[in-house]
């Protein structure tokens, strides 16, 4: 994959036609700013056009392309709204109409995402997160650096869930256990989290031996007990529309009449089933990120919105923190994982720091109750 950058063939119609769109981003091919692309294959243009974002995607995972500042190149194309333009490719127009009529999430399907990208490794995501590896957006109030962002966010969802000492809490998608040790270590509480990737329950179990925690791999359809707090960290992304109303509905069965749910979220700006065919493929398999009607909508039966905080540029400066961590730790990934998978995950946590700079996908944490008498004043 060490091709060199090569002069355009100019008489190339698929040339012509990606340099136009790429202007209108302010990028330029071979151009000498870090945001613009270093093309190393002339069947680049073609492909691109062609696959959209699925031929981005992988066309720079084949070392077809480069760029110095591939978040802020991505910025751009969708600042420039470049996706629609390359939103013609038919098997992805296919993809989404069946997503309209296949449950992509259901429970059989749910365990996917868990077997291809939470156990794709333990020593991948400890050296690239935080200690309480988090993987999910932290809180950059007034921060600098990721671990105090990350602890900041796990004592924002304790306050906003007003955790007190004995109460029972169910993690929803609990990860490695960093919140159930936090939240168990600082507020003493009793937590059951749950997950599907049995990578993720083996940490997390020995991470909270010694606290009041069990962790359980289990499908949040099965469910059946009640706990006065329900959380739930960078899971809904995984539910899809089909299941939206289920999901609160299991919530509710499972919350106390008194009690507190908090969620937490990637939003998308706009209601459709549209799913990023790259990120789908490699990345999130069967991921579909909900918007603000979609959420209302579904928790409408059953709870009270109390409050909506939006903090999604804050995600911009923890991809970009993953991915500084993850260049460091490479020497000791490689011999683990081979040169296209390092281009994948790059092209990955930049595209996606792209996409939250570009305000194209929100974050967001929702506090619902069944409606508490005098409301709720949610710290910030």
């Known amino acids: 994959m060490n091709y060199k ?118 020593d991948l995501f400890s050296l690239m997160l935080d200690p309480w590896m988090q993987y999910s957006c932290g809180y950059w109030k007034d921060e600098t650096d990721l671990y105090t962002a990350q602890q900041n966010k796990l004592k924002l969802i304790c306050e906003k869930l007003q955790l007190e000492k004995g109460m029972t809490l169910l993690d929803i998608g609990c990860g490695w256990g960093g919140l159930a040790a936090y939240a168990a270590e600082r507020y003493g509480v009793k937590v059951t989290g749950i997950t599907i990737s049995a990578e993720q329950q083996k940490l997390a179990q020995q991470r909270c031996s010694s606290l009041d925690v069990s962790i359980i791999l289990q499908d949040y359809r099965d469910l059946e007990e009640q706990y006065g707090r329900i959380v739930s960290v960078g899971m809904f992304e995984h539910v899809g529309p089909k299941n939206y109303s289920t999901y609160f509905e299991v919530v509710n069965k499972n919350l106390k009449s008194d009690g507190i749910f908090l969620l937490h979220t990637i939003g998308s700006n706009k209601t459709d089933n549209n799913v990023d065919p790259w990120i789908n493929k490699y990345i999130f398999p069967n991921g579909c990120l909900p918007s603000v009607t979609q959420i209302a909508s579904a928790s409408e039966p059953w709870f009270v919105i109390e409050d909506l905080h939006n903090f999604g540029p804050d995600y911009d400066k923890t991809l970009m923190a993953w991915y500084e961590r993850f260049q460091l730790a490479w020497p000791k990934l490689e011999n683990s994982y081979n040169e296209r998978f390092k281009r994948m995950f790059t092209y990955y946590l930049n595209a996606c720091a792209g996409a939250f700079r570009a305000r194209n996908i929100q974050l967001w944490q929702l506090v619902l109750t069944k409606g508490l008498p005098g409301g709720m004043r949610v710290p910030r």
């Not at 190339?12 to 036609?17: A, F, L, M, R």
């Not at 981003?25 to 294959?41: C, H, L, S, W």
């Not at 910025?75 to 009529?101: Q, Y």
């Open 5 to 122: 950058v090569i002069m355009p063939d100019v008489q190339n119609p698929w040339y012509k036609i990606s340099r136009d769109l790429l202007q209108k981003a302010g990028v330029e091919i071979n151009g000498d700013r870090p945001y613009d692309i270093q093309v190393k294959n002339n069947k680049f243009y073609k492909r691109v056009l062609q696959q959209g974002s699925l031929g981005l995607g992988e066309s720079y995972m084949d070392g077809w392309w480069d760029c110095e500042r591939l978040d802020e190149f991505i910025a751009r194309l969708i600042c420039a709204d470049l996706e629609s333009a390359l939103s013609g490719n038919f098997k992805e127009l296919i993809r989404v109409a069946s997503a309209r009529i296949i449950n992509l999430q259901s429970k059989k399907r749910a365990w996917i995402v868990g077997k291809e990208h939470y156990d794709l490794g333990n």
